[in-house]
């Protein structure tokens, strides 16, 4: 089972460059319960870099960068599928 509706979809975030950004998401219910992963830009995240950490559905990302802007989706997925977050803006300025 893999419900529709997030319990939390991401919101649009503003930040300065350097500052810490952190997009927040509870993926819909579903058994097994679902994990997450986020994309930018309809393109998987690595948190293999050493500034994004992804955790209990919050994607961090330390000292932002200007190429650290765009759309991200939360993805919450089981074996039964995968399921879109709504898309949220990061603006760095």
Do not use: F, L, M, Q
């Given at each position: 089972v893999l419900r529709d509706d997030f319990r939390q979809n991401p919101t649009d975030v503003v930040v300065a460059a350097g500052e810490p950004a952190v997009l927040e998401c509870q993926p819909?219910?579903?058994?097994?319960?679902?994990?997450?992963?986020?994309?930018?830009?309809?393109?998987r995240i690595d948190d293999r870099?050493?500034?994004?950490?992804?955790r209990g559905g919050k994607l961090m990302i330390?000292?932002?960068?200007?190429?650290?802007?765009?759309m991200y989706t939360c993805v919450g997925t089981n074996m039964v599928g995968e399921r879109d977050s709504d898309p949220a803006e990061l603006t760095v300025f």
């Open positions: 819909p219910r579903g058994h097994p319960e679902p994990t997450i992963y986020w994309k930018k830009d309809k393109v870099e050493e500034r994004i950490s992804i330390s000292n932002t960068r200007k190429s650290d802007a765009g």
